[in-house]
């Protein structure tokens, strides 16, 4: 081989020594970091319905609405991710279910009364296992950083309505204006979301008589009129008819859904003709909270847009189970 031979391939094996590394480094930033979704929310509810909501994160498994929930529940492959929201008395939004603190962290009080200074001192873990010791309540800022850097979807219950304008400030404020669904029994919280921010889901929920009670018919003619009252076309019915429970269970199964247990099949108002006639009136439907092998079986089936669980990983294993077939 001549010298300017040699020269050129060594040249051209540098370059190549030179690329493998950086396409190495890329490929593993590519496979530590989320994908990039460019679809809006819309399309994305489309094209991956039902989205399998961790309802309060992974919670099964983690302490609920807190970081190692939503970690959880990410790397589980949830496609949303529910969660509460409060204010505490110096003007700091957390993630919290309770109106009182005592059943999950270490401390007492009324959320609404305490200082975030206090609750961010509190342990939010124990209750659920020793090693989440030293779980914090963590606020909506870090929470929707934290979804907003893994291009998760939030479906933000907002617990009181006078707290709206503060959360859709933070949803802008974090870039989640395009991620999130708002979800809420407050009418007004809804109303005035759909008023003043119109590109931003407001779900409005629904629970008991008269809208998930008697035929068809009667459920959706309730829920539509509720609904167009408020003008949302996302609802969130309360996927249950305990009423034709046998009156033997119903304790125990009203006791089981209230501590996100397992309630076992029960019986559906969200059946196929209800969740079809809403969707024929254009309504994209959240069922809520559904646990049980048999029900979520039968509300993917059903094309329900949103399910709402705590048994993550079950209700992704069926979910692929169904659409494969």
Not at 76 to 90: I, K, Q, R, S, Y
Request: aromatic residues 8%.
């Amino acid at each position: 081989m001549g010298t300017s031979k040699m020269a050129k391939s060594t040249n051209f094996q540098f370059i190549v020594w030179l690329i493998i590394p950086i396409f190495l480094i890329s490929s593993c930033d590519k496979e530590d970091s989320p994908e990039i979704r460019t679809e809006s929310l819309a399309e994305y509810i489309s094209q991956n319905s039902p989205l399998i909501t961790a309802h309060r994160g992974f919670a099964e498994v983690a302490p609920e609405n807190t970081m190692s929930a939503f970690e959880a529940a990410f790397h589980a492959g949830a496609d949303a991710c529910e969660f509460d929201v409060h204010m505490t008395l110096d003007g700091t939004l957390v993630v919290f279910h309770d109106d009182t603190i005592g059943r999950t962290t270490n401390g007492t009080g009324v959320l609404k009364e305490l200082t975030y200074d206090y609750l961010s001192t509190l342990d939010a873990g124990s209750w659920k296992d020793p090693k989440f010791a030293g779980e914090r309540i963590p606020t909506l800022h870090q929470t929707l950083t934290y979804f907003q850097e893994n291009n998760m979807v939030a479906v933000l219950e907002i617990k009181v309505a006078d707290i709206v304008d503060e959360i859709l400030e933070m949803l802008y404020a974090t870039k989640m204006d395009k991620r999130t669904v708002i979800i809420s029994f407050e009418e007004s919280a809804i109303s005035k979301i759909l008023s003043e921010k119109p590109d931003i889901p407001a779900l409005l929920l629904i629970y008991g008589s008269p809208y998930m009670t008697g035929s068809t018919q009667n459920k959706v003619d309730n829920i539509s009129q509720k609904a167009d009252e408020i003008g949302t076309k996302y609802v969130g019915p309360f996927s249950f008819q305990l009423e034709k429970l046998d009156p033997a269970l119903l304790s125990e199964a009203i006791h089981n859904l209230e501590n996100n247990i397992d309630p076992g099949e029960l019986p559906l108002a969200l059946d196929a003709e209800t969740v079809a006639a809403l969707h024929e009136r254009g309504y994209l439907i959240d069922a809520w909270t559904v646990d049980s092998e048999e029900n979520i079986r039968d509300l993917v089936t059903f094309n329900v847009d949103f399910l709402t669980t705590n048994y993550l990983e079950r209700a992704i294993r069926i979910k692929k189970e169904i659409q494969n077939k």
